[in-house]
Nanobody, 122 residues
Framework: QVQLVESGGGSVQAGGSLRLSCAVS????????MGWFRQAPGKEREFVAA????????YYADSMAGRFTIASDTAKNTVNLQMNSLKPEDTAVYYC???????????????WGQGTQVTVSS
C-alpha cells in the first residue's frame, strides 16, 4: 500500500507561481512512477507530469513543459511540482498518483491522493 497526501495548493494571480508537494508513505518499488494530474470543473482529468521514483527521469504533457517542473526527493519521500507563469486555465484540483510502469507514459496508477485546489485569477 502507498499513501499519498498533496499540499501546497492555494490562490494566486496570473503569472505567479506555486509549488505543490506530495508526501509519499508506504512501500514503493524501483519500477514506480509518480505522476501529477489535474481536473478542472466540468472537464476530464488531465495528465500533467510524471517522474520515475528512483531514477528521476521525467515526462511532461506538451502543454506543461517549460512552465511546470516535477522533482522527487526520495530522502524526504516527496514529489514536488513547481508551477510557474500560471494562467487562469491552470485552475483545477491537482492530484498525485503512483504506480508501476515500464514507461513513463503508460504506468498503472494504482494509488491516488485526495487532491489540492489551485486557483489562478486573472
Amino acid at each position: 500500500q502507498v499513501q499519498l497526501v498533496e499540499s501546497g495548493g492555494g490562490s494566486v494571480q496570473a503569472g505567479g507561481s506555486l509549488r505543490l508537494s506530495c508526501a509519499v508513505s508506504g512501500r514503493t518499488f524501483s519500477s514506480y512512477v509518480m505522476g501529477w494530474f489535474r481536473q478542472a470543473p466540468g472537464k476530464e482529468r488531465e495528465f500533467v507530469a510524471a517522474i520515475r521514483w528512483y531514477s528521476g527521469s521525467t515526462y511532461y504533457a506538451d502543454s506543461m513543459a517549460g512552465r511546470f517542473t516535477i522533482a522527487s526527493d526520495t530522502a524526504k519521500n516527496t514529489v514536488n511540482l513547481q508551477m510557474n507563469s500560471l494562467k487562469p486555465e491552470d485552475t483545477a484540483v491537482y492530484y498525485c498518483a503512483a504506480g508501476p510502469g515500464r514507461t513513463l507514459a503508460t504506468p498503472q496508477y494504482d494509488y491516488w491522493g485526495q487532491g489540492t485546489q489551485v486557483t489562478v485569477s486573472s
